[in-house]
């Protein structure tokens, strides 16, 4: 056979298209028609606060990690969560939860709750460990979190004021981008 038979191979190459998707789509808030920001706490918690998870042998942040990346490979086509806040000495964590379907009004507490109580529980509960951290009551009803959420709509953030007040500390700052010290007695 001829050495140089295949040395043009690269036209030929095609990257399978589940490869593509799964994890290297750069998430692009424009392609949603709606975003919320959840707050999700265990529910029936045996902890006070993340720390405590290291005596069940759970490391709290590469869990929520491992599970929202799994979550947004599986449903880029219709959902994207994002760890927004996970203080150690907190129990709850913040999570950004991006939806293509405008949920109507009435029906956001029934499709968020669908999403937190079928489609994160799961690999919460059984994958990553978390039963260890609820109490009786929470297994026998299989509950792992309590949810509250709110919608996030972007306002108008251009300098505004309140009581006089500036709410960013850029406004503060002069054009020409020095910041001087004022010491008041």
Known sequence: MNENFFAD?????????????????????????????????????????????????????????????????????????????????????VLAL?????????????GISYIVDRMLTNPFYVGQGWFNLIGEKGRVERKLFCCSFKKYEIGNREHQKKDNKFENITELIPKNGEIKLIKTL
Do not use: C, M
């Open 9 to 93: 191979y690269k036209k030929f190459i095609v990257t399978p298209v589940d490869e593509k998707t799964n994890g290297i789509e750069v998430f692009d808030p424009k392609n949603f028609a709606s975003h919320y920001i959840l707050t999700l706490s265990i529910y029936n918690s045996r902890l006070s606060n993340w720390r405590d998870a290291s005596k069940y042998d759970i490391d709290v942040e590469k869990s929520i990690k491992t599970v929202l990346k799994e979550f947004n490979q599986k449903q880029s086509e219709r959902y994207h969560l994002e760890l927004l806040e996970l203080d150690r000495f907190n129990n709850y964590f």
């Open 98 to 110: 991006s939806s293509k379907v405008k949920f109507e009004t009435k029906e956001e507490n029934d």
